[in-house]
């Protein structure tokens, strides 16, 4: 990008999160989504860090502030007085967070909202306040969520953020397409109906979330959906990377984080990275997919969810200013081919944008949702990776696909074809990780 568009895209990005900036967090999109997402912070301080660290650090914090006793942080927090514009709101959950969550990007987000200004969080006493929060949240995802295979289950497609991916259609097939709950769409104000999911997904997400609000989210009791997912999992090693760089960060400054906890959270990453290696191979596909803990099934199906566990694959020297991500890995051959893959003709190698679901997938639809259209999060995602691996072609191919995001509107996603916009507009994620991307 030449450097005048590039301070075009800049400024207009930093103005989408000033607009959605609401004093303690900020919204993903007025309009479609008028309260906090667990996932979008964790985003939107990645990109904010740059330019008003203290409001990343904030972000953060007020996320964390709504987490549950039992150490989950929930996937919306509400912002009560604007609930009529989000269904299901906080009337539907009964408390003012939503139940579920969203992939743990938080501890890695934490880590890298820190590098980018260590005086100031070490004045706020930044990790003092998030890392012991940051713990409890991964203790929750690995006892009380375990699945049969050692590694965290979704509930929900929403817990996953890909919520209509293909990688959920056979599990989702087994929920009754019936909820006693009226389903308002007022989503369907905001996107159009082609590019959001459909109402028989949306009677089965209700008739789910019913049922885990009626147990009391407990997770002892089986709701009839549990999936394992390589980009949840993926994100989880990483997180526990940036927590034993935070332990050390922590003793240096006088903290008082125990000495033995950085090693444990290595080991913690270790052992997702080694059930990942074991469980989620796809050999066929080239890529990681999802495993259904009811039936202990993989579900053999390309999604770009599948390649972000090549975040796992570089051995990166400690303290690298990359990030946590790579310290340790999956092997090298697996590595290779998803790198392949990547450039194959399911993702870059058969359109200018990296789709969220493969072009080879029968269920490949440029349009709608996360089963096509390419999301920014994710070719920020692959992005760090390949670029870890020294894979600059590849690199330069992902950020090449921020140019559309300001001259779209910052679009919630867009088609992996021609990069036209799709979804919502002035979509927080997609500023931040633009300004990401350029600063
Ligand atoms: C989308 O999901 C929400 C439910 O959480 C929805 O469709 O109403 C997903 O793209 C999810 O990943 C994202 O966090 C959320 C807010 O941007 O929107």
């Known amino acids: 990008m030449h450097k005048d568009v590039e301070q075009v895209a800049v400024d207009a990005a930093a103005r989408v999160l000033d607009t959605n900036w609401t004093g303690r967090h900020t919204v993903p999109a007025t309009g479609l989504y008028p309260h906090q997402w667990s996932w979008d912070s964790a985003f939107v301080a990645i990109g904010?860090?740059?330019?008003?660290?203290?409001?990343?650090?904030?972000?953060?914090?007020?996320?964390?502030?709504?987490q549950w006793a039992d150490g989950r942080v929930p996937q919306i927090v509400y912002d009560v007085g604007r609930d009529d514009d989000y269904a299901p709101g906080a009337g539907f959950w009964r408390s003012e967070t939503?139940?579920?969550?969203?992939?743990?990007?938080?501890?890695?987000?934490?880590?890298?909202?820190?590098?980018?200004d260590p005086a100031g969080s070490a004045r706020e006493g930044f990790f003092a306040s998030v890392y012991p929060?940051?713990?409890?949240?991964?203790?929750?995802?690995?006892?009380?969520?375990?699945g049969g295979v050692g590694l965290p289950v979704a509930k929900h497609p929403w817990e996953t953020g890909t919520d209509n991916s293909p990688l959920w259609d056979v599990a989702l097939e087994r929920v009754p397409p019936e909820a006693r709950t009226p389903i308002r769409r007022p989503d369907l104000r905001h996107a159009g109906s082609g590019e959001r999911p459909g109402g028989r997904d949306y009677r089965r997400y209700y008739r789910l979330a019913e049922a885990y609000r009626d147990a009391g989210c407990a997770d002892d009791l089986p709701i009839g959906f549990a999936m394992v997912c390589?980009?949840?999992a993926s994100v989880l090693a990483v997180s526990e990377l940036a927590l034993?760089?935070?332990?050390?960060?922590?003793?240096?400054?006088?903290?008082?984080?125990?000495?033995?906890?950085?090693?444990?959270?290595?080991?913690?990453?270790?052992?997702?990275?080694?059930?990942?290696?074991k469980h989620l191979w796809d050999e066929e596909l080239g890529l990681y997919v999802a495993l259904d803990d009811t039936t202990g099934e993989r579900v053999h199906r390309a999604t770009?969810?599948?390649l972000v566990p090549l975040l796992l694959a570089t051995p990166l020297a400690p303290g690298s200013a990359m990030g946590p991500e790579g310290a340790v890995g999956v092997g090298a051959g697996r590595a290779e081919r998803m790198l392949a893959t990547l450039a194959g003709p399911g993702f870059l190698g058969g359109g200018p944008f990296l789709p969220s679901t493969?072009?080879?997938?029968?269920?490949?639809?440029?349009?709608?949702?996360?089963?096509?259209?390419?999301?920014?999060?994710?070719?920020?995602l692959l992005q760090r990776a390949v670029r870890a691996r020294g894979r600059d072609d590849l690199a330069a191919r992902l950020k090449g696909h921020f140019t559309v995001a300001e001259p779209e509107g910052?679009?919630?996603?867009?088609?992996?074809?021609?990069?036209?916009?799709?979804?919502?507009?002035?979509?927080?994620?997609?500023a931040a990780l633009t300004l990401d991307m350029l600063l």
Not at 56 to 65: C, F, H, I, K, P
Not at 249 to 270: I, Q, V
Not at 421 to 427: E, I, L, V
């Open 304 to 306: 770009v969810n599948g």
């Open 358 to 380: 493969s072009r080879e997938d029968p269920a490949f639809d440029p349009a709608l949702y996360w089963r096509g259209p390419a999301w920014f999060n994710m070719s920020w």
């Open 98 to 116: 939503s139940g579920l969550v969203q992939p743990p990007v938080h501890a890695w987000a934490a880590w890298l909202v820190h590098c980018a």
């Open 244 to 277: 034993a760089r935070m332990v050390t960060a922590l003793s240096d400054g006088g903290g008082s984080a125990p000495s033995a906890a950085g090693g444990a959270h290595e080991a913690a990453a270790a052992r997702v990275i080694a059930a990942l290696d």
């Open 133 to 146: 929060r940051l713990v409890r949240w991964h203790e929750y995802l690995h006892v009380r969520r375990a």
């Open 410 to 430: 910052f679009p919630e996603y867009v088609d992996p074809d021609t990069g036209a916009g799709r979804g919502t507009r002035q979509f927080s994620w997609t």
């Open 230 to 232: 390589p980009l949840f």
């Open 48 to 66: 904010n860090r740059h330019r008003e660290p203290a409001r990343a650090r904030a972000e953060l914090v007020t996320l964390l502030d709504a």
